[in-house]
């Protein structure tokens, strides 16, 4: 059975920094292209970052320079270190799993909110 199970949200003051961690079991992790995607209030799905298998890595513009994705294989964990947090980061967080046979798979969420 496939899980993919995320943590490290919470509330956290404008400018501060969080580190999202999803840790996956049941795939081989390092075949995998990891993402994670975030979905705030009223607004659809948006992707943030991702990280391929060969640790090609994109971003959203909006998180360019502010956010960072990483994979550890060892762990099968990919992470998120989230730094000059925005108000406007409030969503919840999903990680992603996606391969080239199709396979694709999500995780639960984990709630980010950035309030004083």
């Known amino acids: 059975q496939v899980q993919l199970v995320e943590s490290g949200g919470g509330l956290v003051q404008p400018g501060g920094s969080l580190r999202l961690s999803c840790t996956a079991s049941?795939?081989?992790?390092?075949?995998?292209?990891m993402g994670w995607y975030r979905r705030a209030p009223g607004k659809p799905r948006e992707l943030v970052a991702a990280i391929t298998s060969g640790y090609s890595t994109n971003y959203a513009d909006s998180v360019k320079d502010r956010f960072t994705i990483s994979r550890n294989n060892a762990k099968n964990t990919v992470y998120l270190q989230m730094n000059s947090l925005k108000p406007e980061d409030t969503a919840v967080y999903y990680c992603n799993a996606k391969n080239i046979f199709g396979m694709d798979y999500w995780g639960q969420g984990t709630q980010v909110t950035v309030s004083s």
């Open positions: 049941g795939i081989i992790f390092n075949i995998y292209t």
